[in-house]
């Protein structure tokens, strides 16, 4: 019979560690007011898109002006929030849950995007740039469907409809987005739309999943030397038959 599961304290740290990497991207938020308080001339949350902030270069005339002087930390930000999101869903993944693991496993494969947006800005090389952008999109999208999935199977009501509607927001907003059906939004509010529910949801998650804890280990059976060169198992409290 099996034995009761051990504890495993470096699994246990690695999980809570990358909770903890979740709740961080957050700074998603931070990073793009600051950005926007630096800003040269008029930003239009509307008409902006967060990209812009990133933009190289100062460009003050002409229909659509870019002068972002925090552009560095615009872009670290991106590159830091693809990092934060992959090694968040690394270290949470063997202390995972069940019904867990697909959605951490999408999420992963949303952070090269977000990474690339940031390493090869809007005004750089724009077609590695907005294909990056979409991966996120539709990546992010597909984990927030696979842990409203996996939740709604864990009776977690809350975070199943909390993860449907980011999944949702984000697949309705790529798809507009992707077609320029802007609904008289703005590209800038479309985009919102699109991107804010993921270092939302990521932290909420990291938060709910740091509250929780990993999962419990898998019980182990205890092989016990028998007559004859057999094993048996062992039950606590009990001998083996002999």
Not at 3 to 28: E, K, M, N, T, V
């Amino acid at each position: 019979m099996s034995l009761s599961p051990q504890s495993d304290p470096r699994r246990d740290r690695h999980f809570a560690l990358g909770a903890g990497l979740w709740i961080c991207c957050l700074q998603y938020f931070v990073v793009e007011r600051l950005s926007i308080l630096d800003w040269r001339g008029q930003y239009s949350l509307s008409r902006n898109v967060i990209s812009d902030l990133g933009a190289l270069g100062c460009r003050i005339g002409g229909a659509h002006p870019l002068c972002s002087p925090l552009h560095p930390l615009a872009n670290a930000s991106f590159m830091a929030q693809g990092l934060l999101i992959a090694g968040g869903a690394a270290l949470m993944w063997r202390g995972r849950r069940p019904g867990m693991g697909p959605g951490l496993a999408l999420a992963a494969l949303a952070a090269p995007g977000v990474t690339l947006v940031g390493v090869f800005p809007e005004n750089s090389i724009p077609l590695v740039h907005y294909f990056a952008a979409g991966e996120n999109f539709v990546a992010f999208a597909a984990a927030g469907f696979a842990f409203a999935w996996g939740f709604a199977r864990r009776a977690a009501p809350w975070r199943a409809l909390m993860c449907l509607f980011a999944g949702g927001l984000s697949a309705a907003g790529t798809i507009l987005l992707a077609h320029h059906w802007l609904l008289g939004l703005g590209v800038g509010t479309l985009e919102r739309i699109t991107v804010y529910p993921q270092p939302l949801a990521l932290g909420l998650l990291g938060a709910a999943f740091l509250a929780e804890g990993p999962a419990p280990a898998k019980p182990r059976d205890r092989a016990v030397p028998g007559v004859g060169g057999t094993a048996e198992t062992e039950t606590p409290g009990t001998r083996p038959s002999r």
